[in-house]
C-alpha cells in the first residue's frame, strides 16, 4: 500500500521533531492531501495508525484536509480551484495553465504538550 509509506516516513519525519523539542505530548496532527498527490485520505487514515504505533502519535488526533486543484492560467493570470483535474482556464479558455495548488502531500500542524 502505497500509503503505507507515507505514512512512515511522515512519522518519522515528526518523531524525529518530537525528540529533537522534548515534545511531551502530541494531541493532533494536520495533513493536507492535495487531490493530485497521489493518496488518497481513507487508506492513509488507516496506514497512519499502523505506521505510528508505539511513537507518541499513537494517541494523536489525524486530521486530513485535501487540497483541491487550483490553477492559474497563463494567459489571463485568473486562478481557478476546480473540482475535477480539466488543465483548461474556465474564464479564457487557455489550455496554458500551471497547476499551482493539489499536488501536496504535506504536514500542516502539529499540537502539541
Ligand atoms: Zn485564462
Known amino acids: 500500500m502505497h500509503e503505507l509509506s507515507l505514512a512512515q516516513s511522515m512519522v518519522s ?6 525528540e529533537k523539542n522534548n515534545v511531551k505530548k502530541v494531541h493532533q496532527v494536520t495533513i493536507v492531501i492535495g487531490k493530485l498527490s497521489g493518496a488518497e485520505k481513507e487508506p492513509f487514515e488507516f496506514a497512519f495508525p499502523i505506521a505510528a504505533e508505539g511513537t507518541l502519535l499513537e494517541t494523536a488526533e489525524l486530521v486530513v484536509e485535501i487540497q483541491k ?3 492559474l492560467c497563463n494567459e489571463c493570470r ?3 480551484t476546480l473540482d475535477m483535474p480539466l488543465m483548461k482556464c474556465p474564464s479564457c479558455s487557455s489550455r496554458s495553465v500551471k497547476i499551482i495548488k493539489g499536488k501536496e502531500f504535506i504536514i500542516k500542524s ?3 504538550e
Request: glycine residues 0%; negative net charge; charged residues 20%.
Open 13 to 18: 519525519e515528526l518523531v524525529s521533531y518530537i
Open 110 to 112: 502539529m499540537e502539541i
Open 78 to 80: 485568473s486562478e481557478t
Open 69 to 71: 486543484v487550483v490553477i
